[in-house]
C-alpha cells in the first residue's frame, strides 16, 4: 500500500506565499510522475503543476511565473511553492503519485487526502 500525506496548506492573505509538501511512503519501487492538482467549490479538478522523473515540468496557464514544482526524489517529496497567490487561487489541493510497486508492474496514480488553500483578506 502506498500513502500520500500532504501538509502546507491554510490561510493566506493576497500577494501572500505558501509551501505545499507531499510525502510518498509504503510499498515504493520506483516513483514517475508526481504533481499537484486543485479542485474549487463548484469546479472541476484541474491540473496545476506536474513534474515527471526527468526533471520537466509543466504548469498550468493560470500559475506560470507563480507557482514552482520540485522534487526530492530521495525522500519521494514533492513540493509546491506558491507565490503571489491570489483569490482565485483558493481550493483544495491534491497531491498526485505515479508508483510503481515492484519490477516490472505498471505505475498506478495514488491521491493525497486534499490541503484547502484559501487566499483572502
Known amino acids: 500500500q502506498v500513502q500520500l500525506v500532504e501538509s502546507g496548506g491554510g490561510l493566506v492573505q493576497p500577494g501572500g506565499s505558501l509551501r505545499l509538501s507531499c510525502a510518498a511512503s509504503?510499498?515504493?519501487?520506483?516513483?514517475?510522475?508526481m504533481g499537484w492538482y486543485r479542485q474549487a467549490p463548484g469546479k472541476q479538478r484541474e491540473l496545476v503543476a506536474v513534474m515527471p522523473s526527468n526533471g520537466n515540468t509543466n504548469y498550468a496557464d493560470s500559475v506560470k511565473g507563480r507557482f514552482f514544482i520540485f522534487r526530492d526524489n530521495a525522500k519521494n517529496t514533492v513540493y509546491l511553492q506558491m507565490n503571489s497567490l491570489k483569490p482565485e487561487d483558493t481550493a483544495v489541493y491534491y497531491c498526485n503519485a505515479e508508483v510503481v510497486i515492484s519490477f516490472g508492474t505498471t505505475p498506478y496514480d495514488y491521491w493525497g487526502q486534499g490541503t484547502q488553500v484559501t487566499v483572502s483578506s
Open positions: 509504503g510499498s515504493i519501487f520506483s516513483v514517475f510522475a
